[in-house]
């Protein structure tokens, strides 16, 4: 499984556009990055997944330089509702999507007024 | 659409009592997964159902744990008899076919607390 390195706390302010990047150097060919968010006392919400180059949802916006031993998770112009643990994962993609994840440890992100 | 649902929200117990934990996933969902996070550590996987049986069970950590997914719909984590490093929040996730690759549903959590 390749191993992924996140920052473990980020501070930024309302109105801003944040980004967390998450480095995985051992990335497989077959494998998907994929980020969840988790607020407390709730359980990890996927946010986004891609391959390579740019996704882009209502949520965010996943960057994936072509090497993909980095991504890049952009989430413009955060609001104090979007402090969580934000998780980069990556992993293979099986028959469909009936596959475990494995979660390090995230990055706290905190939103200040 | 409702979503995961996990029971009870908390429990407390002492070592070497019974506790057991149910999951109902999203109605639909033939995948069910397990996971838990102990103090200060990662959120680890446990084992993953596809309807009633088995397909990975790799993560449980000894044969103090026990799941079990009877018709293909809720499912039990039963830790029989507790013990202390038991103590953590139990996640319980599912995925059906419509589901976005590695995109699994969370529910809130159970936060076990052996005492």
């Known amino acids: 499984l390749a191993k992924t390195t996140q920052p473990i706390s980020m501070d930024s302010y309302e109105g801003q556009e944040v980004n967390i990047t998450c480095s995985h150097n051992?990335?497989?060919?077959?494998?998907?990055i994929t980020w969840y968010q988790q607020f407390p006392s709730q359980g990890p919400r996927f946010i986004i997944q891609?391959?390579?180059t740019k996704v882009t949802n209502e949520v965010a916006s996943l960057f994936i330089p072509a090497d993909r031993k980095s991504s890049t998770l952009s989430l413009p112009r955060v609001s104090l509702s979007d402090t969580a643990v934000y998780y980069c994962?990556?992993?293979?993609?099986?028959?469909?999507?009936?596959?475990?994840?494995?979660f390090g440890s995230g990055t706290q992100l905190t939103v200040l007024p | 659409e409702a979503g995961v649902t996990q029971f009870p929200s908390h429990s407390v117990i002492e070592k070497g009592q019974t506790v057991t934990l149910r999951c109902d996933p999203i109605s639909g969902h033939d995948n069910l997964y397990w996971y838990r996070r102990v103090m200060g550590k990662e959120i680890k996987f446990l084992l993953h159902f596809v309807k009633e049986s088995k397909q990975d069970e790799s993560g449980m950590p000894n044969n103090r744990f026990l799941a079990e997914r009877t018709g293909g719909t809720y499912s039990t984590l039963k830790v029989q008899p507790a013990e202390l490093e038991d103590s953590g929040v139990y996640f319980c996730?599912?995925?059906?076919?419509?589901?976005?690759?590695?995109?699994?549903?969370f529910g809130p959590g159970t936060r076990l607390t052996v005492l």
């Open positions: 996730a599912s995925s059906g076919a419509m589901s976005s690759y590695n995109e699994q549903f």
């Open positions: 051992n990335i497989a060919t077959n494998d998907y």
């Open positions: 891609g391959y390579k």
């Open positions: 994962l990556v992993g293979a993609i099986s028959s469909g999507s009936a596959r475990q994840l494995t």
